[in-house]
């Protein structure tokens, strides 16, 4: 697998990891080579991903937002006791749940944290768009998981699982509402979408019909994609502003990696690590940026050219391209 210099490491962007998973070193911040996209998931992280962003302004991007596998964490009106929010969302209106249920609910009831209503969620992330409001901070990492169950610790390893999932209507609605604040604040997003590709489709067409040309003004990057290759390339002609990434960490677990890359049109692809140390980030990305440029049989550079015709540019130069279109603003046009 190819390296690359640090002139040519200089222009990669890493669109989706998340650091602040760890401790993270001044070390390792002035070692990092390339530019990193890091995502806040909930309400315990977004002042990590602000402060990490405050002190390596010239190479953190900061993502504000609330993940799907946090959302039973939000209420959607104002909380009377956690009890009964969780009970709801879990339950259902569910009377008479089974015994086995009910007995995971108590044991499961006190390890869960006191919920926080979807109205500050929108004001957290507003005050967090409003401290970066000349940058390219994005909303960020908000989506869909259909099948994601709620863990009795998340941070326990191993994680022991509940059979709970959270509800789609309830994802959706956390979901809707930050992309509206995104479309407000033309603040461009990364969508995190598992097993449910139809309501994907069907809340981006929704969202579309909703704001009209201001729909246009922001960008949506399906973050690790595991979508099916025709789903998303479908999904981009109707969207000019839909483009995709992957990564070796979620992606190379499925065999739909190369017809991703392969679909994808050269110009909507970018590239991530989605990993968890900033140490692990750059590593990640130089794989995939081999991996798509195999497949797309793009040129891997071996040093930086001032300038070239757009026929010579090697991977990294058109992925960068592909970054700036994405944080353009600009309307794109269907190819
Ligand atoms: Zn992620």
Known sequence: MAAFPPRVLRHIVDVHCHPTDSPISAKSMEQLEISVCAMSTHHGDQSMVRDLA???????????????????RISLRPVTSKSEHYRRLFLGDDAQ????????????LPLLPEPITLEEVISDLRRNFELFSSTTAMLGEVGLDKPYRV???YYASPRRLTPFTIPLDHQLSILEAQIDLAVELRRNVSFHSVKCPQVTVDLLNKLKQKHGPQWDNIRVDIHSCSMNPQVMVDLQ????????????TINGRSNNLNALVAACPPDRLLIESDFNTIEGCTE?????LNLVARIKRWP???EWADELDKGEWGVVRRIEANWKA????????EH
């Not at 749940?97 to 499961?108: D, G, H, Q, R």
């Not at 994405?326 to 046009?333: K, T």
Request: net charge negative; charged share 20%; glycine share 4%.
């Open 54 to 72: 405050l002190q390596n302004p010239a190479k953190v991007i900061p993502c504000f937002g609330y993940h799907p596998w946090f959302t039973h």
């Open 284 to 288: 990640r990305c130089v794989e995939i």
């Open 151 to 153: 863990a009795f610790d």
């Open 237 to 248: 002609k109707k969207h000019h502003n839909v483009f995709m990434s992957l990564s070796t």
């Open 326 to 333: 994405f944080i353009s603003g600009e309307i794109l046009q």
């Open 97 to 108: 749940p089974s015994a086995e249920s009910a007995s995971v609910f108590e044991e499961l």
């Open 300 to 302: 891997i550079e071996e």
